[in-house]
């Protein structure tokens, strides 16, 4: 089990918008997609600008590369919701799963 982290800072008054947006059409897509086995959100208040962690669990590096190309490393970002965000990672850290209690 690979896990995709990878996190930006919304716009103020963006943040229900962006919410939504990965709800109801980001997850929707990667759920379609072989090897993917969930995400999820996490925000903390940081500033003027609130953080968001998007956490995706795929099966495989070959999953991922499905998704994102053949650099697995590169953010995959929607100009749609790149209009909703303040700043983004350009790239994504991956993190093997070695032990789960």
């Not at 379609?32 to 086995?37: A, D, P, Q, V, Y």
């Not at 990672?89 to 789960?100: G, K, L, Q, T, W």
Request: some cysteine; charged content about 30%; hydrophobic content about 35%.
């Amino acid at each position: 089990m690979i896990s995709r982290y990878w996190s930006c800072r919304i716009k103020p008054g963006e943040e229900d918008n962006y919410v939504s947006y990965l709800k109801e059409e980001i997850l929707p897509h990667l759920s379609t997609l072989e090897g993917f086995c969930g995400a999820s959100i996490r925000r903390r208040d940081y500033g003027r600008f609130p953080e968001f962690l998007f956490i995706s669990e795929w099966t495989s590096k070959e999953a991922i590369k499905a998704f994102a190309g053949e650099d697995i490393h590169l953010a995959v970002i929607s100009e749609k919701a790149q209009k909703m965000m303040r700043s983004f990672d350009m790239e994504v850290r991956h993190y093997e799963r070695i032990h789960s209690a």
